[in-house]
Structures are given as C-alpha cells and as structure tokens.
C-alpha cells in the first residue's frame, strides 16, 4: 500500500487529538455517575426522579448540541485555509453562541412545565410531581452547557484539547462536591435533597463555563481571537450558515437521546425501581459510547482542516482514521474484557455503590409488647396485659381499632 505511512500518520495525528475529548466525554459521563450515587443514598424515588429529568433535559440540550457542533467544521476549515484567519474564527463563534441563545430559550421554557406534562401523559403523581421540581432546578444547565460545548470546538479546532480535559476533570470534582453539600446538607446548608441536586448540577455547568470563558480570554493561543469581542455584532449570512449545516445534526443527535429519554420515561409507567435501575446500567452504556464520540469530534478537525486546504487525500485518510480507529480500539477492549472476565464483577461492584443498600424490614413485635406512637400501650391494650415496646408499631393500630380489646367499665 503506497501511501501507508500516510495513513499511519493521520491516525496518529487523530489519536493525539482525540484522547483528550475522549477522557472529556468521559468526565461528563462521570459527572452523571456522581449524582447517580448520591441520589442512589437518598433513595430509589429520588433516583428514579433524577433519572427521567435528566434524560429529558439532556435529549432537550443535545438538539442545541447538535447545532452548535456545527462550529467546528467551520473554524477548523478557515484554519485549514489560512492559519491565521483570526476574523473568520472570531465570528463563526460569536454566531454559534447566538445560535446557542436562540435555542436555549424556548427549551428551557418547555421543560418548566414537565411536571404537568407528566401528568397529562399518565405518570404517578408524586413521580411527576418530584421530576417537575428536579427539572426545573436542572434545566438552566441548558445555555451554558451550549457555549460549554462552543468553546470547546474553538479549542478543540485549535488543537488544544488538554486544556478541555483539564477542566472537565475539575468539573467533575466540584459538582461532587456541591452536590455532597446540598444533597446531605453539610457546612451548614440545609438539605435539598432532589431540587438539590439539580441545582447543583446548574452551578457545576454554570462554573465550568466560567473557567472556559477565561481561558479562552488569557491563554496566548487564544486570546488573540477575542471570541467575545463585539458580542453583539449581527453576521446574518453566517448565522444562517451554522444553522444550514447544524440543523440536520441537531435532528439527528436530539432523536436519538429522545429515544433513550423516552425508554426512561415508559419505565415510570412499570414503577420507580425499575427507573433506578435504568439510571444505573445507562450509565455503564454511555460510557463506551465516548470513545467513537472523541474520536468523531477529533475526524471533524481533521478533516475540516484538509478541506480548508483543498487536500482531497487529506479528506480520505481522516475519514478511514475516523472509521477504523473506533473498530480497532473496541477490538482490543473485548479481547482483554473476555479474557480477564471481568465485565460481571464490575457490573456488579457500579450497581453496589450507586444504589443504597435498602432498609431491613422491621421485626415482627413480639406478644404482649404492642405501643402506639407516643410509646405508651392503649388501655383497651393494657387491659390485655400489653407492655411497651417498639413505639408506632402499625401492628398497635390494628389492635387498637380493630374493637376486639374494649376497656372494661368501672
């Protein structure tokens, strides 16, 4: 094969790049796995909430994702075509940010009526009602998970992506931290429980936004683009241009979560354990679903940059390097997962941590040893020879109501 060593090239070229989106796409993943556990203590309801919000505002913000992704073909082909196309660069992401708040608007008013959706749609009252809550404190992850996402594309189109890596790595070490606090109530706030978690998840989006902002305002790769320069300035043929080419992607990707979303959303109908059970083994799916995700994102570089510069060939190879690199790696993954037999064991350990362990039943009471809640016997009940035991035992209300023990007259 003549031009080998050009293909060994553009693989390499593509790992380099994809590795860090990779272990990125995999942070998020973790980020979902922590509120997993956490809600997994607080208890099966809780979870089962939490799982159909989530998977309802993420379906939601993967149709903006779809179109914002756009952005990166885009900048990585002015690159390709002049290496220091500065204005080019500066303006696709200012459009794609307006793109982001375009969309952002009505899906966040949409889902601040899923608790009466719910209802409409048949769910348990109290399922519909604590997913309602949680969604509504969650949703305003939606815009700043889309200039996330813009951000990162620039970045990412600048071949950068360590720096992406970085800071998703410490997004996932500050939503647990948030969540710990106002899930469980520590440092004296109080515990919100679900609503606390969706909060929490709103400010770790709205923080790792914050650290994205500034990097791409003081490192000197960066900075020179002014990415919110003129923020306000209209481009309206590239504006139109982004939603040209995202459109289609934002279909593709918001169905695609929808049917998953809609998967969660079916289980409520069967009861609240099985939806906690979903939210665990999701979790173990989605993460072998960031490895061809990294290197996707990684083929649009590369192959946005050989069309910038008219490299036909270039265009080829990226592509096969994007198609085989997935093959190969999961390839290695299932001989070694095979062969070391660990798939159950680790199934099993994720499904231990993530649920709590559930609460022993109460032991049955023994004869004679019937109380109410305030710990003492009634006086039909003492008249029976009963003597305090496990107080609000529902065994004493039976007794005490069933009218075979009537207090003797005097």
């Given at each position: 094969?003549?031009n080998a060593?050009?293909?060994?090239?553009?693989?390499?070229?593509?790992?380099?790049?994809?590795?860090p989106?990779?272990l990125t796409?995999?942070s998020?993943?973790?980020?979902s796995?922590?509120?997993?556990?956490?809600?997994?203590?607080?208890?099966?309801?809780?979870?089962?909430?939490?799982?159909?919000?989530?998977?309802l505002?993420?379906?939601?913000?993967?149709?903006?994702?779809?179109l914002?992704?756009?952005?990166?073909?885009?900048?990585?082909?002015?690159?390709?075509?002049?290496?220091n196309?500065?204005?080019?660069v500066?303006?696709?992401v200012?459009?794609?940010?307006?793109?982001?708040?375009?969309?952002?608007?009505?899906?966040?008013?949409?889902?601040?009526?899923?608790?009466?959706?719910?209802?409409?749609?048949?769910?348990?009252?109290?399922?519909?009602?604590?997913?309602?809550l949680?969604?509504?404190?969650?949703e305003?992850?939606?815009?700043?998970?889309?200039?996330?996402?813009?951000?990162?594309?620039?970045?990412a189109?600048?071949?950068r992506?360590?720096?992406?890596?970085?800071?998703?790595i410490?997004?996932?070490?500050?939503?647990?931290?948030?969540?710990?606090c106002?899930?469980?109530?520590?440092?004296?706030?109080?515990?919100?429980?679900?609503?606390g978690?969706g909060?929490?998840?709103?400010?770790?989006?709205?923080?790792?936004?914050?650290?994205?902002?500034?990097?791409?305002?003081?490192?000197?790769?960066?900075?020179?683009?002014?990415?919110?320069?003129?923020?306000?300035?209209?481009?309206?043929?590239?504006?139109?241009?982004?939603?040209?080419?995202?459109?289609p992607?934002?279909?593709?990707m918001?169905?695609?979560?929808?049917?998953f979303a809609?998967a969660?959303?079916?289980?409520?109908?069967?009861?609240?354990?099985?939806?906690?059970a979903?939210?665990?083994?999701?979790?173990?799916?989605?993460?072998?679903?960031?490895?061809?995700?990294?290197?996707?994102q990684?083929?649009?570089?590369?192959?946005?940059?050989?069309?910038?510069?008219?490299?036909?060939?270039?265009?080829?190879?990226?592509?096969?390097?994007?198609?085989?690199?997935?093959?190969?790696?999961?390839?290695?993954?299932?001989?070694?997962?095979?062969?070391?037999?660990?798939?159950a064991?680790?199934?099993k350990?994720?499904?231990?941590?993530?649920?709590?362990?559930p609460?022993?039943?109460?032991?049955?009471?023994?004869?004679?040893?019937?109380?109410?809640?305030?710990?003492?016997?009634?006086?039909?009940?003492?008249s029976?020879?009963?003597?305090?035991?496990?107080?609000?035992?529902?065994?004493?209300?039976?007794?005490?109501?069933?009218?075979r023990?009537?207090?003797?007259?005097?």
């Amino acid at each position: 094969m003549p031009n080998a060593p050009k293909y060994r090239d553009e693989i390499a070229a593509t790992l380099t790049l994809a590795w860090p989106l990779i272990l990125t796409n995999i942070s998020q993943i973790l980020i979902s796995m922590t509120d997993v556990v956490l809600l997994g203590h607080v208890g099966a309801h809780a979870l089962a909430a939490s799982a159909i919000g989530t998977g309802l505002v993420w379906a939601m913000t993967l149709f903006g994702i779809g179109l914002v992704t756009a952005s990166s073909p885009m900048i990585a082909t002015a690159l390709g075509h002049r290496f220091n196309a500065v204005r080019d660069v500066r303006r696709t992401v200012r459009q794609t940010m307006w793109c982001a708040v375009t969309i952002a608007v009505p899906i966040t008013l949409l889902l601040w009526f899923t608790g009466p959706l719910m209802r409409l749609a048949g769910q348990p009252e109290r399922l519909a009602a604590d997913t309602g809550l949680f969604v509504r404190a969650m949703e305003w992850v939606i815009l700043p998970a889309l200039l996330i996402v813009t951000l990162r594309c620039f970045v990412a189109a600048l071949e950068r992506p360590i720096w992406i890596l970085i800071i998703g790595i410490g997004g996932v070490v500050v939503n647990a931290a948030i969540n710990w606090c106002l899930i469980f109530g520590h440092f004296g706030v109080p515990a919100l429980g679900l609503w606390g978690a969706g909060i929490g998840s709103s400010l770790t989006t709205l923080l790792t936004f914050g650290a994205m902002a500034w990097l791409v305002t003081h490192h000197p790769k960066f900075r020179r683009y002014h990415v919110f320069g003129r923020f306000w300035r209209a481009d309206w043929p590239r504006y139109r241009a982004i939603w040209a080419l995202g459109f289609p992607i934002s279909l593709q990707m918001g169905f695609e979560a929808t049917v998953f979303a809609a998967a969660v959303f079916l289980m409520g109908f069967i009861n609240t354990a099985s939806v906690a059970a979903h939210a665990v083994a999701i979790q173990i799916a989605s993460m072998t679903f960031m490895v061809p995700l990294g290197v996707a994102q990684a083929a649009t570089v590369r192959v946005g940059n050989a069309l910038g510069r008219q490299d036909t060939g270039g265009v080829q190879r990226a592509g096969w390097a994007a198609f085989m690199l997935p093959i190969g790696i999961f390839a290695v993954a299932m001989r070694w997962f095979r062969s070391h037999a660990i798939v159950a064991p680790i199934a099993k350990l994720l499904g231990s941590i993530m649920l709590a362990k559930p609460p022993a039943p109460p032991k049955p009471p023994r004869a004679g040893s019937l109380s109410t809640s305030t710990g003492k016997c009634p006086k039909a009940a003492r008249s029976a020879g009963c003597r305090t035991g496990q107080t609000g035992h529902p065994d004493v209300r039976k007794f005490a109501l069933s009218g075979r023990h009537r207090p003797t007259r005097n």
